[in-house]
Nanobody, 115 residues
Framework: VQLQASGGGLVQAGGSLRLSCAAS????????MGWFRQAPGKEREFVAG????????YYADSVKGRSTVSRDNAKNTVLLQMNSLKPDDTAVYYC?????????WGQGTQVTVSS
């Protein structure tokens, strides 16, 4: 599985961004998908996840209520809608895929939130 994240950019605090992750392969629906982020000087952290069918979603407390993860298995795409962005959300965001664990990782997309 190859993953490509996009949609990052510079946004003011309070704004919104929608990140997209495009996946290759014909078995996309087998994989749980996750979004992670890494800020400068910090460890990578989990942001949100979604099951293969899309029936289950999971969020870090830091983004819960402000973010929505969704997927379109027909288009091999996962989205992360982020609203009410804060400067603390500034990071490189990565998408990942896996069955029991996240085995596949894409290149990140930079999100910068200005105050």
């Amino acid at each position: 599985v190859q993953l490509q994240a996009s949609g990052g950019g510079l946004v003011q605090a309070g704004g919104s961004l929608r990140l997209s992750c495009a996946a290759s392969g014909r078995t996309f629906s087998r994989y749980a998908m996750g979004w992670f982020r890494q800020a400068p000087g910090k460890e990578r952290e989990f942001v949100a996840g979604i099951t293969g069918s899309g029936s289950g979603t999971y969020y870090a407390d830091s983004v819960k209520g402000r973010s929505t993860v969704s997927r379109d298995n027909a288009k091999n795409t996962v989205l992360l809608q982020m609203n009410s962005l804060k400067p603390d959300d500034t990071a490189v965001y990565y998408c990942a895929a896996g069955e029991d664990k996240y085995d596949y990782w894409g290149q990140g997309t930079q999100v910068t939130v200005s105050s």
